[in-house]
């Protein structure tokens, strides 16, 4: 056996022409391995239907363009006769381009040839949903040299050389723990983090039981940090918000120095104490203290695009704050002193 390493040298690899990244909803679900992961009985499969048939009859989600493609669903906790009646509730004419199975090999056990089989018959699919991957596994658990890390990493792997090899996209749901992370939710993830690191995009859908309300949170390689606002209605997932990284930062500035912008509208200059800042701005809900950290933190991102610069100096026991509105090329006197 041959084992050298197959390289290729960075000239080269920047000068081959490469497809780009396919996507089934457009900056949502890629080719490659997706992992949903939600508690129980919060509607993952009313999702996953909806979102089957939106793809096989082409139709956007929420808002986003699909590939119109076959489609393959396991719908492995269902009867033939449950998902007929969901369809009913979902559509007055089902495409004849979505397929069902109810029963399945497991991974190592005849999955993979399965889907092989179905994906040679029928090469215009592009989506394989799989709910769930718990029903696709054996009951191995931690046990074996590999442990629980090694073999979550290496089922999920195993569905990815799948999906990576005819260029689709395999979405696989899967369950939260019962006890969850207050720090990082994808760590709620059912199993150990060898599933989430195998995964090409993750999903976390979480819903309070009391209300129709819940939140999609996305991460991937692929795929931009983002998080939906989802409102359940007549049985489908319908958006209320979408926010991207970049929105989700901007919510995470503090108001204040927004309204230190504000402040400035009118004024070319303003010298004083923090405190004296927040008497003129009249200020309750800020410290002087939290004034300094916010400013030194955040000046850059928020008060330098808008045309104000900021500078601080120590005079005795006080601190000065300068701020300097400026247009155009007023920015070339920065250098003079406070």
């Known amino acids: ?6 390289t290729v040298d960075a000239e080269t690899l920047l000068s081959t022409p490469m497809s780009k990244t396919m996507f089934i909803v457009d900056g949502l679900i890629s080719q490659g391995v997706n992992v949903i992961s939600g508690a129980s009985k919060i509607g ?19 808002g986003l363009p699909t590939l119109q493609c076959d489609v393959l669903y396991l719908s492995l906790e269902d009867t033939q006769r449950r998902i007929k009646d969901r369809l009913y509730n979902l559509t007055d004419s089902a495409p004849d381009n979505l397929y069902f199975a109810v029963t399945s090999g497991l991974i190592g056990g005849g999955l993979e040839e399965q889907i092989t089989d ?26 074996g040299k590999a442990g629980m890390y090694g073999n979550d990493y290496d089922d999920i792997s195993s569905i990815k050389r799948i999906a990576d090899g005819f260029n689709i996209a395999i979405l696989l749901v899967h ?22 690191g195998a995964a090409d995009t993750n999903f976390i859908l979480r819903r309070k039981r009391s209300g129709n309300a819940a939140t999609l949170l996305v991460s991937g390689r692929d795929v931009e940090y983002q998080e939906l606002t989802l409102q359940f209605n007549d049985l489908v997932w319908e958006l209320v ?43 309750q809900e800020v410290t002087p203290n939290m004034v300094t950290k916010y400013l030194g933190q955040f000046t ?8 104000i610069e900021y500078r601080t100096k120590r005079t005795g026991k006080s601190r000065l704050i300068k701020f300097l509105r ?7 006197d920065a250098g003079i002193a406070i």
């Open 241 to 283: 918000e979408r926010k991207n990284s970049e929105d989700i930062h901007k919510a995470e500035l503090p108001k204040f120095l927004f309204r230190v912008v504000d402040f400035m509208e009118c004024r070319t200059e303003w010298v004083g104490t923090a405190t004296e800042l927040l008497t003129e701005m009249k200020e």
């Open 175 to 196: 369950h939260l723990r019962k006890l969850q992370d207050s720090d990082d939710p994808f760590n709620d993830v059912s199993g150990s983090t060898g599933i989430i």
């Open 44 to 62: 993952k499969s009313w999702l996953m239907l909806w979102l089957g048939l939106q793809v096989a009859q082409g139709n956007s989600i929420w």
């Open 300 to 307: 850059y991102e928020v008060l330098e695009p808008l045309g």
């Open 118 to 143: 179905f994906l040679t018959e029928h090469s215009a699919t592009k989506l394989v949903i799989i709910d769930t991957l718990q029903k696709v596994r054996d009951s191995k658990g931690s046990a």
């Open 326 to 332: 400026r247009d155009g090329d007023d920015a070339n």
């Open 1 to 6: 056996m041959n084992n050298k390493l197959k």
